[in-house]
């Protein structure tokens, strides 16, 4: 690919697991009685149909990773377990006496920090407190990230007994030299024991997570780690850009200078050089940054119009409903936003007081479920359309020009009613959602809130 396109199109922009995206939620209307009302409405039309999904967010790591943007606390002391555990139970409580019907969960995700932090009767109690008022949705799906280095048999074989059947786990990139950089030092041997025992124990979806544009990483980087991870087979992968965003993640991405971070086409190449080795493994791309295997559920939910995206990333199912418990975590009604509280001390003495651990959010205007709707097209299925008149928004004139340039350069497809994104262009599907966001484009940011797109 041409420099000139790289330099032309790698500027800041959303992951859009949301929209609008967080930076642009209106919080001035907003309230627990607005969140709570469209709770209630989302769970009344999709329970019974879909089920509901839950992500639980477990924040606490053994050690630092200076590439990580999530919300996290750095501890050794696993005495913080059982008072996290029994708050996040008491919270889904307190939603469970907000809900008129007992629910039924489609998807359980847990994520982190670091789940595997947790022993495993922690865990087990979490997740026998979750359905001590909850019912198993029909092809319920529930999975959780592992640390290769500290995920042990135990930990896979207690979750496989609690209905987890897919484990992803965080590899990042085999490269000694970078995981110095990146204080994540972590031999292949880890990731291999950890991903054979899940395979025995019969997990049905096994990820690999792996970043390019980390720290003095180089080509022959990028080859050797996607070779070792030929060798293991995992079900799917995800390939990730490195967000540099130090102004939002802090000294935790200062351990390492600027220049150390290939930039433009070197670090496009690093993607080119990993896209190309994944696809003559066998690996499929799926949406923005996911690769995987024909046998994996994502490709077939790909093929068949099914791949949903939210908060969560990529489903191979929808659910209308996502509920997030635990410090930080995101809920999604459909027809709004709610984000829990950063501070471990403040979600604690919030539950203590019976209150929701709810701080900001955001409900969503019709053109907002419309604008959210093609962005979730483009990102799962690299097309959307405007044929039916409820899809149609008065811009779409105004977008279609933005997007003749991307059209130019062979990106896109602009056709009656209707655009498709090409193969050249599906590493740029972040530049062709922005021509939808309407939020950003009526309010440039004045600071800087995005990653970069490339």
């Known amino acids: 690919m041409k420099n000139s396109l790289l330099q032309k199109y790698n500027v800041p922009g959303p992951r859009y697991t949301?929209?609008?995206?967080?930076?642009?939620?209106?919080?001035?209307?907003?309230?627990?009685?607005?969140?709570?009302?469209?709770?209630?409405?989302?769970?009344?039309?999709?329970?019974?149909?879909?089920?509901?999904?839950?992500?639980?967010?477990?924040?606490?790591?053994?050690?630092?990773?200076?590439?990580?943007?999530?919300?996290?606390?750095?501890?050794?002391?696993?005495?913080?377990?059982?008072?996290?555990?029994?708050?996040?139970?008491?919270?889904?409580?307190?939603?469970c006496d907000i809900l008129d019907k007992k629910p039924s969960i489609k998807e359980i995700h847990l994520g982190g920090g670091t789940p595997t932090f947790f022993s495993t009767q922690n865990l087990e109690h979490l997740i026998n407190g979750i359905f001590s008022s909850a019912n198993k949705a029909k092809d319920f799906e529930f999975s959780f990230e592992g640390h290769p280095n500290n995920t042990t048999r135990d930990h896979l074989q207690k979750l496989y007994d609690l209905g987890f059947r897919r484990v992803s786990f965080g590899v990042q990139d085999y490269s000694?030299?970078?995981?110095?950089?990146?204080?994540?030092?972590?031999?292949?041997?880890?990731?291999?024991?950890?991903?054979?025992?899940?395979?025995?124990?019969?997990?049905?979806?096994?990820?690999?997570?792996?970043?390019?544009?980390?720290?003095?990483?180089?080509?022959?980087?990028?080859?050797?780690?996607?070779?070792?991870?030929?060798?293991?087979?995992?079900?799917?992968?995800?390939?990730?850009?490195?967000?540099?965003?130090?102004?939002?993640?802090?000294?935790?991405?200062?351990?390492?200078?600027?220049?150390?971070?290939?930039?433009?086409?070197?670090?496009?190449?690093?993607?080119?050089?990993?896209?190309?080795l994944l696809y003559k493994n066998g690996y499929h791309e799926i949406g923005m940054d996911h690769f995987a295997l024909k046998t994996d559920s994502l490709f077939d939910s790909y093929q068949n119009g099914k791949l949903h995206r939210n908060f969560m990333g990529y489903s191979s199912s929808k659910t209308q409903l996502m509920i997030g418990l635990g410090v930080s975590s995101i809920s999604d009604s459909w027809y709004s936003f709610a984000q829990n509280v950063k501070k471990i001390e403040d979600?604690?003495?919030?539950?203590?007081?019976?209150?929701?651990?709810?701080?900001?959010?955001?409900?969503?205007?019709?053109?907002?479920?419309?604008?959210?709707?093609?962005?979730?097209?483009?990102?799962?299925?690299?097309?959307?359309?405007?044929?039916?008149?409820?899809?149609?928004?008065?811009?779409?004139?105004?977008v279609l020009i933005q997007l003749k340039e991307m059209e130019k350069d062979g990106f896109i497809s602009i056709l009656k009613d209707s655009i498709q994104v090409t193969e050249a262009g599906k590493p740029f599907v972040r530049n062709i959602c922005m021509a939808f966001d309407l939020r950003l484009k009526r309010k440039a940011p004045e600071t800087e809130l995005f990653s970069m797109t490339i």
Not at 55 to 62: D, N, Q, R, T, V
Not at 355 to 362: A, I, K, T
Not at 372 to 392: A, G, P, V
């Open 18 to 95: 949301s929209y609008p995206t967080v930076p642009y939620w209106d919080e001035t209307d907003f309230t627990q009685r607005i969140w709570i009302d469209t709770l209630k409405k989302s769970f009344s039309e999709s329970n019974i149909s879909e089920g509901i999904s839950l992500y639980i967010h477990l924040p606490f790591c053994e050690s630092l990773c200076t590439f990580c943007g999530c919300n996290k606390r750095i501890t050794k002391n696993h005495d913080v377990e059982n008072q996290y555990i029994e708050a996040v139970l008491k919270e889904w409580a307190m939603y």
């Open 176 to 276: 000694e030299k970078v995981q110095k950089a990146i204080h994540r030092d972590q031999p292949f041997h880890n990731v291999a024991k950890v991903t054979f025992w899940a395979r025995e124990i019969g997990y049905t979806s096994i990820g690999h997570d792996i970043i390019f544009g980390l720290p003095f990483q180089e080509i022959e980087d990028v080859i050797d780690t996607i070779e070792k991870t030929k060798s293991l087979q995992p079900d799917r992968l995800a390939f990730y850009s490195y967000a540099h965003v130090p102004w939002i993640k802090g000294n935790g991405q200062r351990g390492f200078k600027d220049e150390d971070i290939p930039k433009d086409e070197k670090k496009r190449m690093l993607y080119e050089t990993g896209k190309k």
């Open 347 to 398: 979600y604690y003495e919030l539950l203590k007081k019976d209150e929701l651990p709810v701080f900001r959010g955001h409900l969503l205007t019709d053109e907002d479920l419309i604008i959210r709707k093609h962005i979730l097209n483009l990102m799962c299925q690299f097309e959307t359309s405007w044929s039916n008149k409820s899809d149609y928004f008065e811009e779409i004139p105004e």
